[in-house]
């Protein structure tokens, strides 16, 4: 049976995150011939309508109001649910990115519907639709379905491929006016600093340098920063570098920071330790760098590199400089 499905789109700085594309392509799975609506908040809106529709959407609702230019809960959550009722949704999707994490509980909980988070993967399995999630730190997988109802999942970034660009298809573009009460929205964004370095988005990077306290300081994380410059990935941490001060929390990889799916992942002088793996482990390919031979990361690396970083990091470097640059 088909289902419409809606995507709230995730913009930042002006441009479409990937994961938005990846949703859609969940989307146009999970619909089976029924419509893909995708829920665009913003002045910038607009600009990106052509990509959704390349994408997948065979449906876009504009909601052009510049107060939704930056995020508030109040806000997204007042639009987000006019846009549901408007469309009537049976799947709704959104990247598990800061914006997904909040608003998707918060309108879940008051529309009544159930909430998957964190999916790696949706798929339809005898009529039904069937959402898989790590659970135990990502130690093990889950499948679930629900029996009735709208369902609001939350989709892990770099998990499901993004739909080949198809530049012949354009969507109906529909713009929703949507005014706040003045006392409604108790949250004014003044202004937003990046503190993160400029750069690839860490959460959706295809390949990730980490370093963890055997970077040793913060100048340790050069050979790293080149590294990742060379491969056209980002950099990332554990807490334990995060914590000595080598680098800021916003670099932290695990159950209390980010979590990430890159296709590379190559930690330097991280020990492996349960927390950290949480955000990492589901990698495509782990690469460890360590001068211990018994460093539980070895156990969930793919290929392992038993020596000091300070000399292997440059090596990679100059090696893929060869292949690469
Ligand atoms: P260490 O465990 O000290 O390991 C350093 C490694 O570097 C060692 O294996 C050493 O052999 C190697 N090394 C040293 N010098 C070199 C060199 N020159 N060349 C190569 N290798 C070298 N941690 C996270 O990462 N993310 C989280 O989100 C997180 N959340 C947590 C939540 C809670 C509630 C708790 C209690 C802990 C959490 N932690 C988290 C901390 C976690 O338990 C570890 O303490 C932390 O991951 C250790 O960081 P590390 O591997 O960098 O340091």
Redesign the pocket.
């Known amino acids: 049976m088909s289902k419409n499905v809606l995507v709230l789109a995730d913009i930042r700085d002006g441009e479409l995150r990937n994961v938005t594309l990846e949703s859609l392509a969940a989307a146009t799975r999970v619909a089976d011939g029924g419509a893909v609506t995708a829920a665009v908040f913003g002045s910038k809106g607009k600009e990106t309508v052509e990509k959704l529709s390349h994408h997948g959407a065979d449906k876009v609702v504009l909601v052009p109001n510049p107060k939704l230019d930056q995020y508030t809960t109040d806000a997204y959550f007042q639009t987000f649910k006019q846009v549901i009722e408007k469309v009537s949704p049976e799947v709704i999707l959104t990247g598990h990115t800061a914006v997904g994490r909040d608003v998707s509980p918060r309108i879940a909980a008051r529309l009544g519907l159930g909430l998957v988070s964190d999916c790696t993967e949706v798929e339809r399995k005898e009529g039904k639709i069937v959402f898989t999630r790590p659970i135990y730190a990502g130690k093990a997988f889950v499948k679930k379905a629900v029996r009735e109802g709208t369902v609001f999942a939350t989709l892990r970034p770099n998990n499901i491929p993004a739909l080949e660009a198809d530049t012949s298809r354009s969507a109906v573009v529909e713009e929703l006016e949507v005014e706040f009460a003045e006392d409604s929205i108790r949250t004014l964004v003044k202004e937003v600093v990046r503190k993160a370095s400029e750069g690839v988005d860490l959460s959706e990077a295809r390949v990730v340098v980490s370093?963890?306290?055997?970077?040793?300081s913060a100048e340790g994380f050069q050979p790293l920063e080149e590294l990742a410059g060379v491969l056209g990935g980002a950099v990332g941490?554990?807490?334990?570098?995060?914590?000595?001060d080598y680098c800021d929390y916003s670099l932290?990889?695990?159950?209390?920071?980010?979590v990430v799916t890159p296709d590379l992942y190559i930690?330097?002088?991280?020990?492996?330790?349960?927390?950290?793996l949480?955000?990492m482990s589901n990698s495509k390919v782990i690469v460890a760098?360590?001068?211990?031979p018994e460093?539980?990361?070895f156990n969930v690396a793919d290929y392992g590199i038993v020596?000091?970083?300070?000399?292997?990091v440059p090596m990679l470097t100059e090696e893929f400089k060869k292949v690469l640059v």
């Open positions: 370093g963890g306290r055997g970077v040793k941490a554990s807490r334990g570098a995060c914590d000595a932290q990889i695990g159950q209390t920071g980010k930690a330097c002088g991280i020990s492996g330790a349960i927390q950290h949480a955000g760098i360590n001068k211990d460093a539980n990361i020596g000091d970083l300070f000399e292997v």
